[in-house]
């Protein structure tokens, strides 16, 4: 593996911009409120930092040059994602911040839960164990799993305001006992090494740079004989560099999920073998004969529906629904309650939305590549 340059940490000034730019809105009850609560200078800064690696960069004029400028500020492009993604992602989805299987007539949080759990099965995470979480959101994962499963669980993530919500919540579930979530990048995770009997990592791995090098991180802080299991996008073998269309779909997908450098599968199954791991199971699950596809809920098709109650989710990601929310959010910057960029982050979501049911229609992406694997005993 190349060597990856690692951006230097400041937990300090992520700190104070977390209080600048969020203030007290980690403790609003739902996304949509929480997005009303932003300061306009500091959301202006990290809509400028964030949309600096993307504006006027389309697939067709991409360079290397350009992506590894991206790479180059790995830490900072996800921070800043989630700083404007968030609330969108809690008012638009929920707080498990995943794609899942769907089952006939299973409806979209039932789903989401059997995901989590089966991740927790095939990895056997039982009672007491200590377990570190990969990239954890706000929590919701962890929440499930805890609950699940009876194990210990650390949160690792590298944005204050995911940290503060997840937080709140574990404490609100009473779970606080069980969960802690701690700020670090998982490049150059702090964790003494051989400190975790599990590593779990839910679509969270792929904002590394390198996954070589955040697979090396977590064979580190395992414990020999202990287990990693990841569900992770990926682009397919089927993806094609050179064809003009996989690009604009790939990047899109990259652009509205806050990714640097998205690879294929074949690159991934690489990577978790140089970084020590002995592979136990990999598939890709969204190649399961499902009643429906993992990307249905963004298709905004409401003949897929599980169940009456997944009407308020469907059409939220349903074409009218995008664009009732598209003016609805400009009506409100320009009324000065919603700060600006707000709109431009949601049309962001929205089109990689489109170009993640183009991949999965396509076979083209996943979001789902199962991998577990294990530290040697030796």
Request: include cysteine.
């Amino acid at each position: 593996m190349a060597p990856v340059a690692l951006e230097t940490e400041d937990h300090v000034r992520d700190a104070a911009f977390n209080n600048a730019m969020h203030g007290k809105s980690a403790e609003q009850r739902a996304g949509f409120l929480s997005m009303l609560k932003k300061d306009p200078v500091a959301q202006k800064a990290a809509v400028d930092e964030y949309f600096k690696h993307w504006d006027n960069k389309a697939a067709g004029v991409e360079t290397q040059e350009i992506r590894d400028a991206r790479k180059a500020e790995y830490a900072t492009l996800t921070r800043h994602y989630y700083n404007l993604a968030t609330d969108l992602y809690e008012y638009g989805w929920c707080a498990s911040f995943h794609f899942c299987r769907f089952a006939y007539g299973e409806g979209f949080y039932q789903a989401i839960a059997r995901h989590e759990h089966y991740l927790a099965h095939m990895m056997g995470l039982r009672d007491g164990m200590k377990v570190l979480d990969v990239g954890c959101g706000v929590g919701g994962p962890a929440r499930e799993i805890a609950k699940f499963t009876g194990v210990n669980i650390v949160g690792l993530n590298n944005n204050d305001y995911q940290i503060e919500r997840a937080t709140r919540y574990a404490a609100k579930e009473g779970l606080s006992s069980q969960l802690s979530f701690t700020k670090g990048d998982f490049m150059q995770m702090s964790f003494p090494s051989n400190s975790f009997d599990a590593v779990y990592a839910i679509e969270a791995t792929v904002h590394a740079p390198s996954l070589e090098g955040v697979y090396s991180q977590i064979f580190r802080v395992l414990k020999p004989g202990g287990v990693f299991g990841v569900y992770e996008w990926l682009m397919t073998d089927n993806y094609d560099n050179d064809n003009p269309r996989h690009r604009e779909i790939r990047l899109g997908i990259e652009q509205g999920n806050g990714i640097s450098n998205m690879v294929k599968v074949s690159e991934g199954l690489q990577a978790i073998k140089d970084a020590g791991f002995i592979l136990e199971l990999n598939e890709d699950l969204a190649d399961r004969p499902d009643a429906r596809p993992w990307y249905y809920p963004l298709s905004g098709d409401f003949s897929m529906m599980g169940s009456i109650w997944d009407l308020p989710s469907i059409a939220r990601m349903h074409r009218y629904g995008r664009g009732a929310i598209h003016k609805l959010v400009g009506g409100l910057e320009v009324l000065g309650i919603a700060s600006k960029g707000t709109q431009k982050t949601a049309d962001s979501l929205a089109q990689a939305a489109d170009c993640l049911v183009a991949g999965g229609k396509q076979k083209l992406f996943t979001p789902m590549y199962l991998m577990v694997a294990r530290k040697p005993e030796q």
